[in-house]
C-alpha cells in the first residue's frame, strides 16, 4: 500500500483507529474522484474481511494503521520532560480562537486515572496537521497533559478547523498512557456548534452521556471551553 493510502487513514473522521469504521474517508481527495473511491473502499473491506477469514488478522488489528502506531510511538519519544495538568496543544503564538478543553480520564472502574498521561493533537484553524511536505502523520499542533488525583486535565489551544474538504468536522485526538506502561487509543472529540457534524453521532454522544464525543462549546468573549471525559476501553489498547 502507498503511503498516501496510509495517509488517508490517519487523517480521515477516524476517532480511534481500531473501530471498524470506513477506513477510506478522504479517498476521493486522494485518489481522484467518488467513484474510484467507491471501487476502492470496496476492495479494501474485502481484503479485510477476507484476511480476518483466513485468521491472518483480527477485528481489532484490520482496521490498525501500523504507519499511524508507529508515529504515534515516534512523537512520544518527543514528549517533554516535565509534563503538568495543564498544558497547551497549540503555542500562544498560533493563529485561531482561543479554546480551553477541559478534561478528565477515568478507569474502567470510574475512578480517576491518576498520573495518566493524555497525548492530544488536532489540525489548526485551515484544517491542516502539518505542511503538505512534512508527510503523513506529521502533527505540528501536539500537547501532553498528567491527570491529577481525579484524573482531571486541561488543554490550552485554539479551535482547530474542519478539514478542507469541508466534510469532515472539526475535531481533537486523544491518546493515553498510563503510568504502568499501558497504552489506549481514546477517540476524538468534537463540537455541537459545528454543523458538520452528522445527528447520528450528535445521537450517539447524548445516548454516552459524560462520554459523548460531541461536546457542549461554552463562548465567552475571548475564548470557548468544552467540558469532556475519556474513559479507557480496554479494547482499544494497541
Known sequence: MSKKYFWTLSCGACAALPRTACLLPRAADIFGGA?????????????????????GISEVASAQDVEYIGAIERAQRQRPAAISTSARIAPASEAGFPMILHGRVVKTDGSGAV???????????????????????????????????DGRFTFETIRPGPYPDRRTPAHVHFTIFMPSGERYH?????????????????????????????RTVQSESDVQRVEFALRIDVSQQF
Open 35 to 55: 467513484a474510484r473511491s467507491k471501487a476502492l473502499h470496496t476492495i479494501m473491506m474485502k481484503l479485510l474481511a477476507l484476511l480476518a477469514a483466513l485468521g
Open 186 to 214: 481514546a477517540g476524538e472529540i468534537r463540537f455541537d456548534d459545528d454543523p458538520l457534524v452528522p445527528q447520528r453521532e450528535r445521537d450517539a454522544s447524548k445516548q454516552a452521556g459524560d462520554f459523548g464525543g460531541v
Open 115 to 149: 498520573d495518566a498521561i493524555v497525548f492530544a493533537y488536532h489540525a489548526d484553524r485551515e484544517g491542516r496537521y502539518d505542511r503538505r511536505e512534512a508527510g503523513p502523520h506529521s502533527w505540528r499542533l501536539r500537547g501532553w497533559a498528567k491527570a491529577d488525583q
